[in-house]
C-alpha cells in the first residue's frame, strides 16, 4: 500500500477482518452539492452503508495525505473548507506535496481505492466525453479503462456526449451493465434513448459476474448503471432545456476544463429551481444501497 495512504480506524479494522468496503468519493461534498446538503447527504450516504453492513470509506485529499475513510470532524470540515480544490488522477502528487484537502473525482477516486485494496465504489455519475468537442474526454472515462474495480453509478452526467461516451467505453473494453434496465440511465433521468450492451436484474448473478470478471484477470473497470428511482427522476423532456441553457452560458462565459461540471450543476439547479438537486442526492443514495448490497455479496 502506498505510504500516503491513511486508512481511518473503521476502515483499517474492516480490512483486516475482512468485512465489505466500499469506497465513496468526496467532490460531491466539495464541488457538487451546496452546503448543508452536501454534510448531509455524505453522512446519509455513509448511514446507508453502514445499515447493510458494508464500511463507507469517503476518499478525499487531506493535510498531504491520500485518507481512506473519513471521521464525521473531517467531513464536516471538508463540507465547510471554501479553499478545497478538486483533484483528478494527474493532481494527485501535486497536491499531496501541497497538503492542501482536495475532493477526489472519480478517477482519483479510482485509483487511491484501488490502491488501498478495495473493489467497489459508489458514486452519482461518471464523466465522459463532453459536448461538440470529441478531444474533451474526462480522466474518469481512462481510469475506468485500466483499474480493475467495479463502479456503480446513474449513468454519466447528462451535461455530457452520452453515445461518445459509450463508444468510448465500447473501445476500451470496459463492460457497461444496465441493472434492471435496457436503457443508459440519463443521471436525473431513470431512462435514455441508448441501449446498453448488457443488462442483469439479480444482484446474485451480478455478484457472479464481477467475480468472473476480475477472475479472468481483466485490467479493466466495470460500470454498472443504476436508474435514479422513477418517483426522483426528472424527465428528459423537462431537464434537457434547462442543460441546453446551461451549456450556451458556460460557453459565453468561456467556462472550460474541471471547471464546467461544477458550473453546469450549478446552473441546472437554478434553472429547475433546485429540483435537480434533489434528484441528484436520491440517485446518489440509491447507487449507494445498490453498490452496499453488492459489496455484502462480494
Same mark, same amino acid.
Request: aromatic share 4%.
Given at each position: 500500500?502506498?505510504?500516503?495512504?491513511?486508512?481511518?480506524?473503521?476502515?483499517?479494522?474492516?480490512?483486516?477482518?475482512?468485512?465489505?468496503?466500499?469506497?465513496?468519493?468526496?467532490?460531491?461534498?466539495?464541488?457538487?452539492?451546496?452546503?448543508?446538503?452536501?454534510?448531509?447527504?455524505?453522512?446519509?450516504?455513509?448511514?446507508?452503508?453502514?445499515?447493510?453492513? #458494508?464500511?463507507?470509506?469517503?476518499?478525499?485529499?487531506?493535510?498531504?495525505?491520500?485518507?481512506?475513510?473519513?471521521?464525521?470532524?473531517?467531513?464536516?470540515?471538508?463540507?465547510?473548507?471554501?479553499?478545497?480544490?478538486?483533484?483528478?488522477?494527474?493532481?494527485?502528487?501535486?497536491?499531496?506535496?501541497?497538503?492542501?484537502?482536495?475532493?477526489?473525482? #472519480?478517477?482519483?477516486?479510482?485509483?487511491?481505492?484501488?490502491?488501498?485494496?478495495?473493489? $467497489?465504489?459508489?458514486?452519482?455519475?461518471?464523466?465522459?466525453?463532453?459536448?461538440?468537442?470529441?478531444?474533451?474526454?474526462?480522466?474518469?472515462?481512462?481510469?475506468?479503462?485500466?483499474?480493475?474495480?467495479?463502479?456503480?453509478?446513474?449513468?454519466?452526467?447528462?451535461?455530457?456526449?452520452?453515445?461518445?461516451?459509450?463508444?468510448?467505453?465500447?473501445?476500451?473494453?470496459?463492460?457497461?451493465?444496465?441493472?434492471?434496465?435496457?436503457?443508459?440511465?440519463?443521471?436525473?433521468? @431513470?431512462?435514455?434513448?441508448?441501449? #446498453?450492451? @448488457?443488462?442483469?436484474?439479480?444482484?446474485?448473478?451480478?455478484?457472479?459476474?464481477?467475480?468472473?470478471?476480475?477472475? $479472468?484477470?481483466?485490467?479493466?473497470?466495470?460500470?454498472?448503471?443504476?436508474?435514479?428511482?422513477?418517483?426522483?427522476?426528472?424527465?428528459?423532456?423537462?431537464?434537457?432545456?434547462?442543460?441546453?441553457?446551461?451549456?450556451?452560458? @458556460?460557453?459565453?462565459?468561456?467556462?472550460?476544463?474541471?471547471?464546467?461540471?461544477?458550473?453546469?450543476?450549478?446552473?441546472? @439547479?437554478?434553472?429547475?429551481?433546485?429540483?435537480?438537486?434533489?434528484?441528484?442526492?436520491?440517485?446518489?443514495?440509491?447507487?449507494?444501497?445498490?453498490?452496499?448490497?453488492?459489496?455484502?455479496?462480494?
Amino acid at each position: 500500500m502506498l505510504t500516503q495512504i491513511e486508512l481511518s480506524p473503521e476502515v483499517s479494522i474492516a480490512m483486516s477482518v475482512k468485512m465489505p468496503v466500499l469506497a465513496l468519493e468526496s467532490t460531491l461534498i466539495t464541488h457538487g452539492l451546496p452546503y448543508p446538503e452536501n454534510l448531509e447527504t455524505a453522512l446519509a450516504a455513509e448511514q446507508i452503508a453502514r445499515e447493510q453492513g #458494508v464500511v463507507p470509506a469517503t476518499i478525499a485529499l487531506m493535510q498531504g495525505k491520500i485518507k481512506i475513510g473519513l471521521s464525521r470532524e473531517e467531513l464536516t470540515m471538508l463540507a465547510n473548507d471554501k479553499q478545497a480544490v478538486k483533484a483528478s488522477r494527474r493532481d494527485i502528487a501535486y497536491l499531496l506535496n501541497q497538503g492542501v484537502n482536495a475532493g477526489t473525482t #472519480v478517477a482519483a477516486t479510482l485509483f487511491c481505492a484501488h490502491a488501498a485494496g478495495i473493489k $467497489l465504489f459508489a458514486t452519482g455519475g461518471i464523466g465522459g466525453v463532453h459536448r461538440g468537442d470529441g478531444q474533451d474526454i474526462s480522466a474518469d472515462l481512462i481510469e475506468l479503462a485500466r483499474t480493475p474495480m467495479a463502479v456503480v453509478c446513474a449513468g454519466a452526467k447528462a451535461i455530457l456526449d452520452l453515445p461518445k461516451t459509450l463508444e468510448f467505453l465500447e473501445t476500451f473494453s470496459v463492460p457497461v451493465i444496465g441493472y434492471d434496465t435496457d436503457k443508459l440511465p440519463g443521471f436525473y433521468s @431513470a431512462f435514455t434513448h441508448y441501449d #446498453v450492451p @448488457a443488462r442483469i436484474d439479480d444482484i446474485n448473478e451480478l455478484a457472479r459476474f464481477l467475480d468472473t470478471h476480475w477472475r $479472468l484477470g481483466s485490467s479493466t473497470g466495470v460500470l454498472i448503471t443504476n436508474p435514479i428511482p422513477l418517483e426522483s427522476e426528472i424527465p428528459s423532456s423537462l431537464i434537457q432545456p434547462a442543460i441546453d441553457k446551461a451549456i450556451a452560458l @458556460a460557453e459565453e462565459n468561456n467556462i472550460t476544463g474541471n471547471a464546467m461540471t461544477p458550473f453546469l450543476l450549478a446552473e441546472v @439547479a437554478k434553472t429547475t429551481a433546485g429540483r435537480s438537486l434533489q434528484a441528484n442526492i436520491h440517485l446518489i443514495k440509491n447507487n449507494v444501497l445498490l453498490a452496499a448490497r453488492l459489496a455484502k455479496m462480494l
